[in-house]
């Protein structure tokens, strides 16, 4: 590595140890001549210091009441799998159900619409004829013409 | 490769011993919990994220082969549920142009000065590791988990690569980026602070 080949993504690798010892050794040699690659050396050590958070304290009671979370958690959703699968092979049996029931011969045929002779069926055949309630709506009027008149 | 110790209590948390089950949890709790608060800063996160990656474990006692030690794969987990977390956290802070969290919600412990330093000593304690945590909260998930796994808790760069499934390279080019960004965030601050 010479003074001009400063590379300072190795000088990461180098901080953190991540080097192959043959590359290692050529860093370190460059570094012996590189003044520059030193100083950044110095300062991404102190910067990295810098970025030690420290750890996150965890007393013994925190630690067992989180367990104790966890435990419930699992057991809660070992028991929310056995209505699921429940829920599953009803499923299935319905799926083959329905199967068994569509095979040919068994499907029923189509029927031909049978005849709507219901009286609900007549309402909503002559609600659909809307000028015939046209005409309801000029009877009305007629009537109220007729009315005027008899008043004068 | 899982210890003995730790084997034996797979295999009776396997055949539904939730006692074996709970030690292991208590074993992991607090390096887990660390790693979390480390990736998302927030300690109420951590424990979240540590007890979503405990229900997995215990989810899938039955396939877990240890092949690779109840730790990493925790930390795998775990690491990867965080990137998840980081990401949508971002993806919200995109979508109503919220910048970042701000000092009021700083975990007290990630801010508290040293007791035994003298007040000008604890303001800039105390300012110094709000500055360390926004320019954490720069980086990326991914370099985010990166320097968190190799700065805090020590694993190798082939570690790494293995627990969040990245080339080597890949790893090398983010632990890279991330100690470039935090360089450039915390500069001001380095000069003040000197050696």
Known sequence: MKRTDCQPELLTLYHYHELEETERQRVADHLADCSACRKELEELNRVLRLADTGRLEISNLERQQFTQRVSAAGRGRKRSRIPAWGLALSSATALGLTLILLRPGITPQPQPPQQQSSPIFADIDMLQNFDMLDDLDLLENLDLLQEMGDLG | ?195
């Open chain 2, 1 to 195: 490769m899982v210890e003995r110790s730790e084997q034996i209590l797979l295999e009776q948390a396997r055949a539904g011993d939730e006692e074996s089950f709970a030690r292991l949890v208590d074993t992991h709790a607090g390096r887990l919990i660390n790693l979390g608060w480390r990736m998302t800063g927030s300690r109420e996160q951590a424990e979240d994220l540590a007890q979503e990656a405990f229900l997995r474990l215990h989810r899938s006692l039955g396939s877990f082969r240890g092949d690779s030690s109840l730790s990493t794969w925790l930390y795998r987990t775990l690491s990867r549920l965080a990137i998840d977390h980081l990401r949508r956290e971002k993806l919200k802070r995109k979508i109503f142009f919220f910048r970042g969290a701000d000092s009021e919600q700083a975990d007290p412990v990630d801010i508290a000065p040293d007791p035994g330093a003298g007040p000008g000593e604890a303001l800039l304690a105390m300012e110094t590791g709000q500055r360390v945590r926004r320019a954490l909260q720069q980086l990326s998930p991914q370099q985010r988990a990166v320097f968190t796994l190799r700065h805090d808790e020590g694993l190798s760069l082939q570690e790494i690569a293995d627990a969040l499934q990245l080339s080597l390279g890949t790893v090398k080019a983010h632990l890279h980026r991330a100690v470039t960004s935090l360089r450039e965030e915390l500069h001001d601050l380095r000069e003040r602070i000197g050696s």
